[in-house]
């Protein structure tokens, strides 16, 4: 059965940080490319970051570069989101997807994890 269980989100004032995990279970994850995307209220849902499946490459939307971090850990099927200044315009659900790397026909969601940026 295939699982992505994300953890870490909650309440921080604007300045601050947290990390986001993704463990992952059922099925090959360093077959995988991972992503993070964000749904704000209102609005389309966004790619945040990507890393290839086994961390050699990472990228992000302009407006994180700089002050978030996507990594992954293999042996523990696990990827993460370290978020440094944090800002109010990145209040969403953050969403973990796992992309099979050739073939994204076949990708998998987590059910997600509330980020809210408020003083």
């Known amino acids: 059965q295939v699982q992505l269980v994300e953890s870490g989100g909650g309440l921080v004032q604007p300045g601050g940080s947290l990390r986001l995990s993704c463990v992952v279970s059922?099925?090959?994850?360093?077959?995988?490319?991972m992503k993070w995307y964000r749904q704000a209220p209102g609005k389309e849902r966004e790619l945040v970051a990507t890393?290839?499946?086994?961390?050699?490459?990472?990228n992000y939307v302009d407006s994180v570069k700089g002050r978030f971090t996507i990594s992954r850990d293999n042996a523990k099927k696990t990827v993460y989101l370290q978020m440094n200044n944090l800002k109010p315009e990145d209040t969403a659900v953050y969403y973990c997807?796992?992309?099979?790397?050739?073939?994204?026909?076949?990708?998998?969601w987590g059910q997600g994890t509330q980020v809210t940026v408020s003083s």
């Open positions: 890393i290839t499946r086994f961390g050699l490459t990472a």
């Open positions: 997807n796992a992309v099979l790397h050739y073939n994204t026909d076949y990708n998998y």
């Open positions: 059922g099925f090959t994850f360093s077959n995988y490319n």
